[in-house]
């Protein structure tokens, strides 16, 4: 579980509500792509140490001579937190009168608030990770039409091999190279149908390809697939729902939910140690035969941000690789 809980606080029932509903989101991913890092202000820098210590040094030194020096360069990224909010009403005389008052209560208001907050938080983060423009160019590349994942020309572990040989070049030889692997629900699907992966386990068992042989195939520790949903459609228009990563793209990213400083992570999420909080406020100028109405609200502060970067000079993920239009 990315949040440790001995890090993050809550301070009143209320706040547990949000911060359970929040780890029990298994439809949203940015957790695993932006490790949780709580901090105690609104700033914080992020330490990183670069690639010097690869650097090849004379080390053939006599005893009278002087040794070469090792130096190591330290550079620090500066994050600030984000405020985020969102609110609404319960009624109560509606909560009196519902046959099952529990879904009209606070509690029930203060996970459908958290909910909207953690959709917000998985478009920023997918918007983050399928942006080109956010990789060095050696990091992204398009797979070409009759090489894709679900074609019979498609070759998914050559183009696996090829993007983390991309990586290493980029996190150091010594690290463990990417061990994870984000895509939509739709990319999954389709990969399943790849008539090499179909080949490879066709003696296995009937049914689908599961989500373990492709894991296994794909040749990573862990397989995220998002299976949430949005619309950017206001009320009252059509609903055009849609994943968050694109149905063709997949992340291979390098994934350590606990980043200490030598450590490599694809992404940190800044989140202050307590990550909500929640009031709930009697409006006595909305007044019912029940009593007043309530106004809940829910806010967190957060930001996203590379766990390794190009170089101190940018704020380009560097300890991962886009790969799209992956299925046909």
Sequence with gaps: ??????????????????????????????????????VDKADKKFYQVDLSKLKLVNIDKGTMAEPDTVDEQLFASNVSLKEKKLGGWVNPRDER????????????????ITNQILIGREYQAAALVTNTANYPTALTSAIASGSRWNEAGGDPEADIITAQEAVRNYIGGGVTPCNAIVMDIACFRKLQ????????????????????????YLGVDHLFISTGRYSAKLEGIAESLGGFYGADNVVLFK???????????FGVMALMDSPFWVTVTPDPKRMGPAGPARFVQVGSEWALAPGMVESSSSTKFAAGYLLRTVVA
């Design 1 to 38: 579980m990315p949040y440790d809980r001995s890090a993050f606080v809550t301070r009143t029932p209320q706040e547990d509500i949000a911060f359970d509903f929040m780890v029990d989101a298994s439809a949203y991913v940015a957790d695993k792509l932006f490790a949780p890092k709580p």
């Design 97 to 112: 009168d519902a046959d099952i008052k529990s879904l009209l209560g606070d509690a029930r208001k203060i996970k459908q």
């Design 193 to 216: 149908t790849s008539p090499n992966l179909r080949t490879r386990t066709m003696y296995t068992k009937a049914g689908p390809v599961p989500q373990e042989l492709v894991q296994a």
């Design 255 to 265: 994934y350590n939910p606990s980043v200490a400083l030598e450590d490599v992570s």
